[in-house]
Structure formats: structure tokens, C-alpha cells
């Protein structure tokens, strides 16, 4: 009863809230998208926290997200044990560096007064649902072993099945509770997303690094205004300053959408 | 030729008093909020000094403005493909500490003071902890020269001294100094544009103003890194990243800025430039002795037919022609190469420009005594007792002629009315300095007139800001044409959870 209701219902409503919150927050409450660096007010002791919490977080990440995608493809990668072996210890090396930032920040964040100072009480909700969630996973990952392989054989049938909206536990059933734990973890996490802090991952700015450097936005259609201009004009945006490497003339204005 | 608008400024520095009231008008209207209160927009720094945030000039530390090292511009900063491997931890943004941490007084304590023995004290209190702080520093800290030998001796310019010029310097009895207000240049060549990831900061096509838009934000605070003179600032309490709006809602309804208007010793002036939106990187990469020039070089005659066809040609009307040719801006910056960009060799084509101050004329004593004779023409000007050096750093990239001609040229000027009002000038010795520098009559007297007696509609010219063009825009998607404002929102400024 307690499993439908913690792998069935609460997936489905952390889904539905993650991604009907997220939008509704991005249109209505753009503003509220930001990373909220604290970086200002306290920058040493972030540099240990951060780093570590975010590559090693990533890493992990990336790693559920491929067994989730290719279960096979990794069974067979861990099919000769040296591969195995390093797949394994390069997971849990990326998990402790998580769990070595998100102490770090932990205690950041209620050590210096003028942190505690922008600490909201979503704040203390997300350092906590993710360091419980990297405790469990790093606790996982040195006594259930070779979880890369059950992963794909257990809780990636489940996970699919959430999917094809046929939810199936008896793959997870018999699971350890530590592994239950971090599954039903996950969904909790799934459920504060769009209401915390952690909606800056959707705003990475990826689309930096081939935009040109300088942005000009002008009062309305920049070709009708300009009617009889001898050469077509940007709608909003243009290049004014060329980026090494880049192959556009220094002068020439550069549609960019 | 790609003719554009820009509204730019002169601050005159020889008529600046240093009163600050500047940065209290724009304190007042735009920065008495939470997580700004740390914020000056403008500020006004006494000058050698380290300034506003501490040393902002070195950039060694700060690591802001471009970089040529022989070839194509960069961002001081680093390229942008690795500078991506620093969103998690910017190793160069300035820290709080860097500008001062924000207090007010906890002056309940003097009236709930319980009756004692001592009166009670109003303690310092953080205002963003709010627990009682030890004031360390404050936005001008190094105002007049005070602590001069922990903040002027200091100044990253004086570099460009001899160790005897330095020492000289600090002699009790010649210590000079002088302000520098400082406001966002609103640059031609952006870094803070170049740097923003979120591409949430540009400039308006039809002023030159930059604006953050506060809503595509997020907070990555590059812009702090990379704008060399530190003027724009991280939120802490919203997340967001804000800057001098140049106050576009009053200059869209005729209004000069609330720092200009308030200008007590009347040094600022505001108008249009019209300028080459294609020679920017030819301009922003030439030598560093050749910065000043190339910059004048990019500005337009507002009276020349061929300027004013392709000006037309842009979209720009003839009302702002005319606002263009009456600009002082122009008049200071192009005819009279009066006023020099701050710190040109930063490269981002800034639109602030200073005229240099003469400063305290007599130059050396001798035994005591203040020598003022001239046994040559300019020689106030040339063994003043702030070395022509210091000032060719801050205004020129560090070539002594055109700050030498700002100077002389005023000097000049200054001989030509004496001869005029007290009569006690050699008129063959005043067409002498005129000539040297370059300057007839007619220029002098329009010249002192700019400078001594200008009224407000001579100070700011502001060219109609069309205002009904973005109105018009209305019909269409205004928000999504227009990027949202740079400052003011159309939801609450909530700090994210």
C-alpha cells in the first residue's frame, strides 16, 4: 500500500508539479529564475563547496541518466570486470566529491552569519533532501555492489515503466531500503524543484558561447524603419564585435534570431 | 557607414567641488533598497585614490575590460569557451568586502536606552545581518586625501610616476588632489554585454544606453568581472545584477539625469553623438597611444551633408540632427578636444568623457615660497604639481599630448579672459597661447562661455528619445520586441526561493 503510494502516486504528482510549476514560475514569475549566488557575500569557503558539489553531482547525474537510457548498452559494457571495476569506482569517487561539496556547503551556509542571512527556508529543505539523497547514494554504492549493473536490470524496467504510464514494482520490491530510500528521495526532490532555488539548471546558459558578444535591441522592426536602407538589418540583435575565430566580418551586422 | 545615436557625457573635473551630491540624488532615486544599499551608481572619488570598489582600476586583480596582446580583442576576463568552466565559482568577482558592508544605526537604542550613568549610543548595525558590524570601510573612505597613505598611496596610476614624482607628491605642503565622479559610461564596445552568458544585457539601439534586463538575469554575475571600471553590481538579496539606467524615464520625458540635474558645481553635461557603428573594432584595437584619437575619429560631424544623408538613411530624424549639432558633448569631445575617456586602454569605447582639471597652477616653492613666475608660457601647466603623467594614465592610455593639449588649452583660455576682464595680460603673449593650442578667439570665448556661464538648456541637450516608436510597438508583441526595462518590473522584485 505504502510502495503504490510512494512509487506510483507520488512519481506521477512530483512529474505533473515539476513540470507545471516550472512553466507557470518561468512565464509568470521570470524574474525568480537566477542562480542566486551567494558568492558576494562569502567567496572562499563556495569555491569548496561548489565545485566539488557541481562536477561531482553532474557526473553522477549523467551516469543515472545513461544507464537509463542504454540499460543494455551498459550491461554489456560491464561485461569484462576491469570495465566494471572503473565504471564502479569512477561513480563513487564523483559521489563521495558530491558529498564532499554538499557538506561543504552545508556548513557554509549556517556557519557564515551573512549566508544565513539569504537563507530561505527552501534553502535548508534542498541542501537536505540532496544530502540525503548523496549519503544514500555513496552508502549504496559501497555495500549493494555493482549497482551500475543491477541499475539497468532493476530500477530502469521500473523507471520505464512509470513512462509507458504502466507502473511496475515488482522490480523494486525486493530492493534493499536504502536503495527505496534514494528512489522515493527522488521524487521528493522532483517535487520541490519548481518551487526552490534549483530551476537555475534550466537556465544554463549554453547559448553564450556561439551568440555574438555585443547585443543591440532597438524599438520596434528595424527594416521597416529603416525602408530604403542599402543593406538588410537585423530584427533586434547584431554583431558588432567579432569573437576570435570567428569567421564573420568585423563590420558586418549578423542575424541571430 | 552605420550612423547611430549615442547619448554621451562630459563631467567638466575643474569645476567638480567633491560634494557628493550627485551620488545622493541617485541613491535616493534608484538604489535605497534591499541587497543595493551598497550600490553607487555614481560615485565620486578624490583622485590619486583607490576609489570605489578598492583599487577597481587594477586590473591585474579584477581581471575586467578587453585585451589585445598584439591581435584580435579578448575579454580580459579569459575567452568565454573555458570561462564557462568558472559558473560554478568566479575566481575574479569582486567580494562585498571589496566595495564596503553596508550599515545603518541602531538609533531605537537611544530612545529605549534604560536610564544610566552614560548616554546611549546608536551602535553600528550590518544591513546584511543585521547584527553589529566595526566599520572598516566605507564607498568613499578615501575621501580628500584622508588615509592617504593606505588608499592614494595606493592609487594603481601612480605607476606611471618616477619613485621622486611619487615622493614629491606627498609632500605636506604640495599634496593635491582632485574628484572623479563616476557614473557607467554606457560603452560603445561593452564588456558587460560581451560577458553576460545570459545575454540579458544590451544596448538600445536608439540612445547607446546599456540596460540589464532584469528579468533574463540569472545571476552568473560575469558583467561584475568583466566591466573594467565596476559599475555594474550583484544584487545579493535579489540575485539579479543591476547598473546605471543613465535614468531613461527621465530622459525620455526631457529630463536630464537626477545626477545631472543635481550637479551643484554644474560640471556635467549631456548630448547626442552620432557615430561609425562600423569602425568599433578598428577603434577598440589600435595602440594604446593612439586610443584617444581613434575614438574622436569614430565620432561624426553632425554637419557634415554625407553624415547627416546616412544618419537619415538609419532612421535617425532631423530634430536629433539638430539636437547633435548643438551638443556640447560634441563640441567638448570633437572640436575643442577638450574631454578624454577614462581609462581608454580598457578598450570599451566608453561615452563618459572628463575634462582634465587644471588643478592648483603654482607649481614648486621655493624656499617656502610659491614660485608663479612664468619664465616660460605653459609653465603652470608643465611642472604642475600633479605630474602630466598621472592624468595622461587616467585619461589618455598613458600618451602625454592630448591631456597636455586639454590642459593648455584651458590654460589659455584662462590668459585670454584675464587679458580681457583685469587687462593685465600682454596681448602679443595671449595670441602667442592661443596660437600654440590651436585656438581662435571666437573658440576661446565659446569655450569659457560652456564652461563659466552655461545655462541648463546648454547643458543637456537631450535629443527627442521617441518614445511614441515603442508605443507604437504596442500593436505588435512590445515585450517580446523590446526586452524587458532595464530597471522596474512587471512583477514583484522577489528574491527566488
Keep these: 500500500m505504502l510502495d503504490n503510494l510512494f512509487y506510483i502516486i507520488l512519481p506521477y504528482a512530483a512529474v505533473t508539479l515539476a513540470i507545471v510549476i516550472t512553466v507557470q514560475r518561468y512565464l509568470k514569475r521570470g524574474f525568480t529564475y537566477s542562480s542566486l549566488s551567494s558568492q558576494f557575500l562569502e567567496s572562499d569557503e563556495l569555491f569548496y563547496g561548489s565545485v566539488p558539489w557541481h562536477i561531482g553531482i553532474l557526473v553522477v547525474l549523467l551516469g543515472h541518466v545513461i544507464g537509463f537510457a542504454i ?96 507502473p511496475d514494482l515488482k522490480m523494486i520490491a525486493p530492493l534493499p531500503m536504502a536503495v527505496k530510500a534514494h528512489i522515493l528521495n527522488a521524487f521528493i526532490f522532483l517535487a520541490i524543484f519548481p518551487f526552490s532555488r534549483l530551476v537555475h539548471m534550466l537556465v544554463v546558459p549554453i547559448h553564450y558561447l556561439w551568440r555574438p558578444y555585443q547585443l543591440v535591441i532597438w524599438n520596434g522592426d528595424r527594416r521597416k524603419i529603416i525602408g530604403q536602407a542599402p543593406r538588410p538589418r537585423p530584427k533586434t540583435v547584431e554583431a558588432t564585435v567579432p569573437v576570435t575565430g570567428d569567421t564573420v566580418a568585423a563590420s558586418r551586422p549578423v542575424v541571430t534570431g | 557607414m552605420d550612423v547611430r545615436l549615442q547619448i554621451a557625457m562630459v563631467f567638466h573635473l575643474d569645476k567638480c567641488i567633491g560634494c557628493h551630491t550627485c551620488s545622493i540624488a541617485c541613491k535616493n532615486v534608484w538604489t535605497d533598497r534591499k541587497g543595493a544599499e551598497y550600490m553607487w551608481w555614481n560615485n565620486v572619488e578624490t583622485k590619486p585614490g583607490t576609489g570605489y570598489p578598492t583599487a577597481w582600476e587594477d586590473q591585474s586583480k579584477y581581471k575586467g575590460g578587453w585585451e589585445t596582446n598584439g591581435g584580435e580583442p579578448q575579454l580580459k576576463m579569459g575567452r568565454r569557451s573555458l570561462r564557462v568552466l568558472n559558473i560554478f565559482h568566479n575566481p575574479d568577482m569582486p567580494r562585498m568586502d571589496d ?89 560603445l564596445n561593452a564588456c558587460c554585454v560581451a560577458a553576460c552568458p545570459s545575454g540579458a544585457i544590451y544596448k538600445r539601439g536608439e540612445d547607446g544606453i546599456v540596460l540589464i534586463n532584469q528579468e533574463r538575469c540569472r545571476g552568473w554575475r560575469m558583467c561584475v568581472t568583466a566591466c573594467p571600471y565596476k559599475k555594474t553590481f550583484y544584487n545579493w538579496s535579489t540575485g539579479k545584477s543591476e547598473k546605471c539606467i543613465l535614468c531613461f524615464p527621465r530622459l525620455e520625458t526631457g529630463q536630464a539625469p537626477a545626477c545631472f540635474h543635481s550637479c551643484v558645481g554644474r560640471i556635467r553635461y549631456l548630448g547626442g553623438l552620432l557615430y561609425d557603428a562600423d569602425r568599433i573594432v578598428e577603434a577598440m584595437s589600435v595602440p594604446d597611444d593612439q586610443l584617444v584619437d581613434a575614438q574622436r575619429e569614430m565620432i561624426l560631424d ?92 587616467l585619461f589618455s592610455a598613458g600618451n602625454i599630448d592630448p591631456v597636455r593639449l586639454a590642459l593648455k588649452k584651458q590654460y589659455a583660455i584662462r590668459l585670454f579672459k584675464r587679458m580681457e576682464t583685469v587687462g593685465d595680460m600682454d596681448p602679443l603673449v595671449v595670441k602667442q597661447a592661443l596660437a600654440e593650442v590651436g585656438c581662435s578667439e571666437a573658440e576661446a570665448e565659446q569655450i569659457y562661455r560652456l564652461t563659466s556661464l552655461p545655462t541648463v538648456d546648454d547643458r543637456y541637450v537631450i535629443p527627442p528619445m521617441h518614445r511614441e516608436e515603442a508605443m507604437q510597438m504596442l500593436n505588435d508583441d512590445v515585450l517580446a520586441d523590446k526586452g524587458e526595462a532595464g530597471f522596474g518590473f512587471r512583477e514583484a522584485p522577489v528574491r527566488g526561493a
Design chain 1, 71 to 166: 540499460p543494455r548498452q551498459v550491461l554489456w559494457f560491464n561485461g569484462v570486470p576491469a570495465r566494471l571495476y572503473i565504471l564502479e569506482t569512477t561513480g563513487l569517487l564523483f559521489g563521495l566529491l558530491a558529498l564532499v561539496g554538499i557538506v561543504s556547503l552545508i556548513v557554509r551556509r549556517f556557519t557564515s552569519a551573512r549566508i544565513r542571512a539569504v537563507t530561505s527556508w527552501m534553502d535548508v529543505v534542498v541542501l537536505l533532501v540532496l544530502l540525503v539523497q548523496v549519503i544514500l547514494g555513496v552508502y549504496t554504492a559501497l555495500f549493494y555492489r555493482w549497482g551500475s549493473s543491477w541499475y539497468a536490470t532493476s530500477a530502469v524496467p521500473y523507471l520505464r515503466s512509470l513512462f509507458t504510464l504502466q
Design chain 2, 99 to 187: 566595495y564596503y558592508e553596508p550599515w545603518t544605526y541602531k538609533y531605537e537604542d537611544l530612545f529605549n536606552a534604560p536610564e544610566g550613568a552614560d548616554q546611549p549610543t546608536a551602535r553600528p548595525i550590518s544591513m546584511v545581518t543585521n547584527k553589529p558590524i566595526d566599520i572598516k570601510a566605507g564607498p568613499n573612505w578615501d575621501d580628500d586625501l584622508s588615509g592617504s597613505p593606505v588608499y592614494a598611496a595606493n592609487d594603481p596610476n601612480l605607476e606611471a610616476l618616477t619613485p621622486e614624482q611619487r615622493e614629491e607628491l606627498f609632500d605636506i605642503e604640495r599634496l593635491v588632489f582632485f574628484y572623479l565622479p563616476r557614473i557607467c559610461n554606457h560603452c
Design chain 2, 302 to 393: 553632425p554637419f557634415d551633408p554625407e553624415v547627416r544623408a546616412a544618419a537619415l538613411r538609419n532612421g535617425i530624424d532631423e530634430r536629433t540632427l539638430e539636437a547633435c549639432e548643438r551638443s556640447p558633448v560634441y563640441k567638448y569631445v570633437k572640436e575643442w578636444k577638450l574631454a578624454l575617456p577614462l581609462h581608454a586602454e580598457f578598450r570599451t569605447l566608453p561615452m563618459l568623457f572628463y575634462v582634465p582639471p587644471l588643478l592648483p597652477v603654482m607649481a614648486k616653492t621655493d624656499a617656502g615660497v610659491y614660485d608663479s613666475s612664468n619664465e616660460e608660457l605653459f609653465s603652470p601647466i608643465e611642472k604642475a604639481r600633479l605630474p602630466m603623467e598621472y592624468l595622461a594614465r
